[in-house]
């Protein structure tokens, strides 16, 4: 069964400190996302790449956050300096075009 | 702006129950409307999802009813089960574009 890969699962850091995460989507996907959740905002989405150009990234924080796609087999979504307000669960998403997305599991990331 | 709005925001019901909840949208150039489940520490899975030229779609227990005049589609749990406890999400698509996300339900059910 195909799946989403995020990596770590979990992240606590002090505040200052860079953080990036990692999202391997499935294979065969030339769409990923990358969405925030918060008890407060819910899902939020950051950015999004289709075959890895990236075509949305109003959501995301320009002056602390920045996407990549190295390649078709992962994405990258950093923070420096990260922020206490920073601390959410951090999800990957990919699909096929337009089709319904596949989530991973996630990365909550804690700063302190 | 949020695109779709969702109601309520929890909800609790008795094991056997029906579990509803809804979703509005104003945006015409939506054509896809996906519900998604998501369990404590997982991320959110596809549910079921529906077009706008049905007005219904029943998969198992789950059934999404969408009025389109009114711009409202719902998910109805038939028969909820303690396992079904999880959060729900709404979900529209502009074909060619993103997904705009409900604000999410979060459904108890108790045995």
């Known amino acids: 069964d195909a799946r989403v890969t995020q990596t770590p699962r979990h992240k606590v850091t002090e505040m200052g400190q860079e953080v990036t995460m990692r999202c391997q989507p499935i294979?065969?996907?030339?769409?990923v996302f990358w969405y925030r959740q918060t008890m407060m905002q819910g899902l939020e989405l950051l950015a999004y790449f289709r075959n890895r150009a990236p075509l949305d990234d109003s959501g995301m924080p320009k002056d602390r956050f920045s996407a990549e796609m190295p390649d078709a087999t992962l994405a990258t979504l950093k923070i420096q300096p990260s922020e206490p307000r920073d601390s959410a669960v951090y999800f990957c998403?990919?699909?096929?075009?337009?089709?319904?997305?596949?989530f991973g599991d996630g990365t909550r990331l804690s700063i302190l | 702006q949020q695109q779709v709005k969702q109601s309520p925001q929890s909800l609790i019901v008795q094991k056997g129950g029906i579990s509803i909840i809804n979703c509005a949208y104003e945006?015409?150039?939506?054509?896809?409307f996906p519900w998604y489940q998501q369990f404590p520490g997982k991320g959110p899975a596809l549910l079921i999802a529906?077009?706008?030229?049905?007005s219904e779609k029943k998969e198992g227990r789950f059934t999404i009813s969408f009025n389109k005049s009114a711009k409202q589609f719902s998910l109805h749990i038939m028969d909820s089960q303690p396992g079904d406890s999880a959060t729900y999400f709404c979900?529209?698509?502009?074909?060619?574009?993103?997904?705009?996300f409900g604000t999410g339900t979060s459904l108890t059910v108790i045995p």
């Open positions: 529906i077009r706008p030229d049905v």
């Open positions: 294979l065969g996907h030339n769409t």
């Open positions: 998403a990919s699909s096929r075009d337009n089709q319904p997305q596949h």
């Open positions: 945006n015409t150039a939506f054509d896809y």
């Open positions: 979900a529209a698509r502009i074909l060619g574009n993103q997904f705009y």
